[in-house]
T-cell receptor, first 116, second 112 residues
Framework: DAGVIQSPRHEVTEMGQEVTLRCKPI?????LFWYRQTMMRGLELLIY????????DSGMPEDRFSAKMPNASFSTLKIQPSEPRDSAVYFC??????????????FGPGTRLTVL | GNSVTQMEGPVTLSEEAFLTINCTYT??????LFWYVQYPGEGLQLLLK?????DKGSNKGFEATYRKETTSFHLEKGSVQVSDSAVYFC???????????FGKGITLSVRP
């Protein structure tokens, strides 16, 4: 299995531009998570989906952030407009069905976003 | 609510030294506990887990025991290697979903 795939791996953009991060979860997994990692805040859960439906978006920082999962094999996290404080590494993770509380989350390699 | 507290870092050890990284948690009910590791430039990966009290998780020479009486899940390794240099996260999962609550993480550096 290829694991969780994220693209791009690195993104440099200017303040005010729209940024779209992409994620392909592991086939057969029905949970998908978006995290943000910074030195100051550590690892933060932004939003997660179950069977393509958003379950908890309480971690989304503000209306500039939006996430979609149009099908079981693809999700996007969009920032519009981007700001320098959005600079971080964004991780996507997926988890298989079953006894959810004991399931392992499989992380992608992350997208390093720099907003100038 | 759920929370995970990890000892402050960073930690620097010499090769073959003994490692202990402390982790305590707050949660209702009976959470599952995890240690994740993040190597430089990579995403997190599961190191070990324990799903009930007194369970011991182990992998790659690392061990952690689920202690409900002290609400702890400390990570130990008897002899660290340079290749163990990474960031280590303690986490818990509680309830009917896969949502994880992570600690802040601690950076381990092992020098030859």
């Amino acid at each position: 299995d290829a694991g969780v795939i994220q693209s791009p791996r690195h993104e440099v953009t200017e303040m005010g531009q729209e940024v779209t991060l992409r994620c392909k979860p592991i086939s057969g997994h029905d949970y998908l998570f978006w995290y943000r990692q910074t030195m100051m805040r550590g690892l933060e859960l932004l939003i997660y989906f179950n069977n393509n439906v958003p379950i908890d978006d309480s971690g989304m920082p503000e209306d500039r952030f939006s996430a979609k999962m149009p099908n079981a094999s693809f999700s996007t996290l969009k920032i519009q407009p981007s700001e320098p404080r959005d600079s971080a590494v964004y991780f996507c993770a997926s988890s298989p069905p079953g006894l959810a509380s004991v399931n392992e989350q499989f992380f992608g390699p992350g997208t390093r976003l720099t907003v100038l | 609510g759920n929370s995970v507290t990890q000892m402050e870092g960073p930690v620097t050890l010499s090769e073959e030294a003994f490692l202990t990284i402390n982790c305590t948690y707050t949660a209702t009910g009976y959470p599952s506990l995890f240690w994740y590791v993040q190597y430089p430039g990579e995403g997190l990966q599961l190191l070990l887990k324990a799903t009930k009290a007194d369970d011991k998780g182990s992998n790659k020479g690392f061990e952690a025991t689920y202690r409900k009486e002290t609400t702890s899940f400390h990570l130990e390794k008897g002899s660290v290697q340079v290749s163990d240099s990474a960031v280590y996260f303690c986490a818990l999962s509680n309830g009917a979903n896969s949502k994880l609550t992570f600690g802040k993480g601690i950076t381990l550096s092992v020098r030859p």
